[in-house]
């Protein structure tokens, strides 16, 4: 009954090769998101989408490319990876249309790049 | 866009004392929420909070948004409390991209 899931929970890769993250919610939430977290704990929003549209696209290399196939599911794909692109990746959902855009985080990806 | 400043950065409590964190932002905001980080790494939604004071528990916190400055209260502290505290505002068209502060690590020692 895990509200706001995220597979893998651990991802180390080499640099250069391609990953994707999965996250699923079954909250009925209209909306997702995906943050990064640095070392420092920094946290920063990358992208969302609203029923299955892009709203926020941050500045985000062209390597980093969400999909949406339907509310319930955002993937993040990660092309030729970098070494600065290690972090912990969390997927979030919230409803805005009649909510309160209340926000509800995955349990982190922490992808490790060698 | 919204700049957010937390204080204090660091905070070390003995179990059972109160302590007040501080969320400072630089516009007018339409929501605005509280989040608590464990040390295992997840994040707990704790508040929506644009304006007014809400209490869940031995939590509440008080935004007044005309002053820019937001407040989480945090009572008889255990040591499950323990982890990082962001604030996280969002404004103008924004409403739903959040900006999140450099948020409040807090130790609670038994």
């Known amino acids: 009954d895990t509200a706001v899931s995220q597979t893998p929970k651990y991802l180390v890769t080499q640099m250069g090769n391609d990953k994707s993250i999965k996250c699923e919610q079954n909250l009925g939430h209209d909306t997702m998101y995906w943050y990064k977290q640095d070392s420092k704990k920094f946290l920063k929003i990358m992208f969302s989408y609203n029923n299955k549209e892009l709203i926020i696209n941050e500045t985000v290399p062209n390597r980093f490319s969400p999909k949406s196939p339907d509310k319930a599911h955002l993937n993040l794909h990660i092309n030729s990876l970098e070494l600065g692109d290690s972090a912990v990746y969390f997927c979030?959902?919230?409803?805005?249309?009649?909510?309160?855009?209340?926000?509800?985080f995955g349990p982190g990806t922490r992808l490790t790049v060698l | 866009g919204i700049q957010v400043e937390q204080s204090p950065p660091d905070l070390i409590l003995q179990e059972g004392a109160n302590s007040t964190l501080r969320c400072n932002f630089s516009?007018?905001?339409?929501?605005l929420q509280w989040f608590h980080q464990n040390p295992w790494g997840q994040l707990i939604n704790l508040f929506y909070?644009?304006?007014g004071t809400k209490q869940n528990g031995r939590l509440s916190a008080t935004t007044v948004a005309t002053e820019r400055y937001s407040l989480l209260y945090i009572s008889s502290s255990q040591t499950t409390d323990s982890g990082v505290y962001f604030c996280a505002p969002a404004g103008g068209d924004s409403s739903y991209k959040l900006i999140f502060g450099s948020g409040t690590r807090l130790l609670v020692r038994p």
């Open positions: 516009d007018s905001v339409n929501n």
């Open positions: 979030a959902s919230s409803r805005r249309e009649g909510g309160t855009d209340t926000q509800y």
């Open positions: 909070i644009p304006s």
